[in-house]
Structure formats: C-alpha cells, structure tokens
C-alpha cells in the first residue's frame, strides 16, 4: 500500500508542473473601477463643456461599465466601445495607433479590423506592463480631448489601479 501511495504521489508530483504550463492567470479591471472610471471621464469632458460617453473594458476588450452624458450624440456610444476596445485589444493609445496608420502605409490595413475605431480617445489601462482594459471616450469636439479626458480619470484613480 505504501508503495502504492509514492507512485502515485511521484507521478502527481512529474505531472502537476506540465498542467501548470496549461493554464495562466491573468489580471483584469474589475467592474466597480471601470464604472468609476467612466463616470470620472465624463464628468471631465462636462466641466469642460463637452457631452461625450465613456466606456470601459476589461482586458479581453469585453465592456464592463459605459457612461453617457444626457446631450451626448448617439453615435458616441459605439465610438467609445470601439475605442476601447482598440485599446485594449492593441495594448496601445488609440492616438498613437491613428498616427502610426497616419504615417506608415503598411499599418493602413489597421483600420480594417473588424470592431477597431482608429481615432483618438482609447486609452490601456496598466498595472506596470500588463494591460488589465482600457477606457474610450467619444464626442469632444477632437479626439485629443477625449484623450485627455479619460487620461484625467485614470490620474484621479490611479491609487487603484496597482
């Protein structure tokens, strides 16, 4: 029976390290931040006088929280789901991947992929070098300021984020 028991204690021992090599634990933004968050850009972009919505992603760019001011275009809502998600999704600021587009040909095709908004106003969310989501903003009057605006709220949040 002893011998029964260390077999089978070795064998899990050898195997247990190849299924650890299966699976990866990953971090995400979770849902109460990301509404924070969305609520946080918004009533930035309001005190500047510009009516936008805020989404905000988790890291597989699935939305977890979207704020949308009452005088907002319709439109801003996909736009800001959509430039979240290019954000996370590219791990990158939706400003920099319009530039990129903007000044290499070979990146055009960028544009194409399906659910990718390339307009500024997309911003990762980090911890370190992981992104955990990301969060869009759409509907002020030039991408830069969604940018900065949702740049505000992850400043005013960042002790949470870590």
């Known amino acids: 029976m002893k011998s029964a028991l260390?077999?089978?204690a070795l064998v899990t021992g050898a195997?247990?390290?190849?299924?650890?090599?299966?699976?990866?634990?990953?971090?995400?933004?979770?849902?109460?931040?990301?509404?924070?968050l969305a609520q946080s850009a918004v009533a930035t972009c309001s005190?500047?006088?510009?009516?936008?919505?805020a989404a905000?992603?988790?890291?597989?760019?699935?939305?977890l929280a979207l704020v949308r001011a009452e005088n907002a275009g319709t439109h801003t809502v996909q736009?800001?789901?959509?430039?979240?998600?290019?954000s996370a999704s590219s791990k990158n600021p939706t400003s920099g991947i319009a530039d990129t587009v903007k000044n290499n040909p070979g990146a055009a095709g960028m544009?194409?992929?399906?659910?990718?908004?390339?307009?500024?106003?997309?911003?990762p969310l980090k911890i370190e070098k992981d992104t955990i989501g990301a969060i869009g903003v759409a509907g002020?009057?030039?991408?830069?300021?969604?940018?900065?605006?949702?740049?505000?709220?992850?400043?005013?949040l960042a002790d949470?984020?870590?």
Request: hydrophobic fraction near 45%; charged fraction near 20%.
């Open 79 to 86: 736009a800001s789901i959509a430039k979240a998600f290019t």
């Open 140 to 156: 002020a009057p030039g991408g830069n300021l969604d940018e900065a605006c949702a740049k505000t709220a992850i400043e005013k």
């Open 15 to 36: 195997v247990a390290p190849a299924f650890a090599e299966d699976t990866v634990k990953q971090t995400s933004i979770g849902t109460a931040l990301a509404v924070e």
């Open 56 to 63: 905000v992603v988790d890291r597989a760019g699935t939305p």
């Open 47 to 53: 005190a500047q006088g510009y009516n936008v919505s």
């Open 111 to 123: 544009v194409d992929i399906p659910g990718f908004l390339v307009l500024a106003g997309g911003v």
């Open 160 to 162: 949470r984020l870590k």
């Open 6 to 8: 260390l077999s089978i």
